[in-house]
Nanobody, 114 residues
Framework: QVQLVESGGGSVQPGGSLRLSCAASGIEVRWVTMSWYRQLPGKEREIIAFITAGGTIDYSSAVKGRFTISRDDAKNMAYLQMNDLKPDDTAVYYC????????WGQGIQVSVSS
């Protein structure tokens, strides 16, 4: 059974940083595309970053230059380092894996406010 579990969310002031972690089981992150999505209040879920099995990385324009996606193959984890957070980054963040099937994490809240 494939499972993704996010951690590391919480509340932070504007300009602050958080690192989200995604622990994978039932799959190996090195062989699939790992992505981070977010869903802002009242909006549809949107992709913000991905890393392919071959190491190709890309970001949405909303987070490029502030967020960094990575993975640790030995720990079977994916990460999202979020710097210079803004109130508009307030959302539920989801880890996603796409291989022969797709799997979502349960989501984790990130709140940015002063």
């Amino acid at each position: 059974q494939v499972q993704l579990v996010e951690s590391g969310g919480g509340s932070v002031q504007p300009g602050g940083s958080l690192r989200l972690s995604c622990a994978a089981s039932g799959i190996e992150v090195r062989w699939v595309t790992m992505s981070w999505y977010r869903q802002l209040p009242g909006k549809e879920r949107e992709i913000i970053a991905f890393i392919t099995a071959g190491g190709t990385i890309d970001y949405s324009s909303a987070v490029k230059g502030r967020f960094t996606i990575s993975r640790d193959d030995a720990k079977n984890m994916a990460y999202l380092q979020m710097n210079d957070l803004k109130p508009d980054d307030t959302a539920v963040y989801y880890c996603h894996a796409k291989g022969s099937s797709t799997t979502w994490g349960q989501g984790i809240q990130v709140s940015v406010s002063s």
